[in-house]
């Protein structure tokens, strides 16, 4: 009998366990850069998605060095926090709640304000007050994102756009 509740236990194990992590599906290789209070980095990585939910994997000499993972909650190196406290201490107390995700997913951010369409179909924004100068643009293998005032850059480029140039 005791034989059975271990199989059974070990059953319960392998199932539930299982379901603890996300399966994205999307996954490219990117070139990327970092530069905000917390977080220096550039070399290369991936970007993982799935509906909300986003990861960037980044990577030095091959080795997986940092994973920001947006999913509910952020999950980095240093533990995972809610989304208001992420942008709080790795980038701008002024930001609202959604900016990194919607930055790594390419989407628009601050509810679309100073968006213009290029014709080349890129996406330019622009948001600029007394606390931030934000120029942020995606399209055609790249998501950039630059705030001059507080000194925050964030830039994903494809890896075969950033090898032919």
């Not at 220096?40 to 980044?58: C, H, I, P, S, W």
């Not at 980095?76 to 900016?99: H, I, Q, W």
């Not at 950039?144 to 140039?165: A, C, H, P, W």
Request: aromatic share 10%; proline share 2%; net charge negative.
């Amino acid at each position: 009998m005791r034989k059975y509740s271990i199989l059974w236990a070990s059953l319960a194990v392998l199932v539930l366990g299982g379901c603890g992590t996300k399966h994205f599906t999307l996954s490219e290789p990117k070139m990327i850069t970092l530069k905000t209070p917390k977080l220096k980095f550039a070399d290369t990585g991936y970007l993982r998605t799935d509906g909300d939910g986003v990861e960037l994997e980044l990577f030095t000499a091959g080795v997986a060095v940092e994973k920001i993972r947006i999913d509910g909650e952020v999950c980095v190196s240093a533990g995972c926090m809610n989304e208001e406290k992420f942008v709080r201490e790795y980038l701008y107390p002024d930001y609202p709640v959604d900016t990194m995700r919607n930055v790594l997913l390419g989407r628009d951010i601050f509810g679309g304000k100073g968006k213009e369409e290029m014709c080349d179909g890129r996406l330019f924004q622009f948001v600029r007050d007394d606390e931030m100068d934000i120029i942020y643009r995606r399209g055609k293998g790249e998501i950039y994102f630059k705030d001059r005032l507080n000194g925050i850059i964030v830039r994903i480029n494809d890896l075969d756009e950033n090898q032919s140039r």
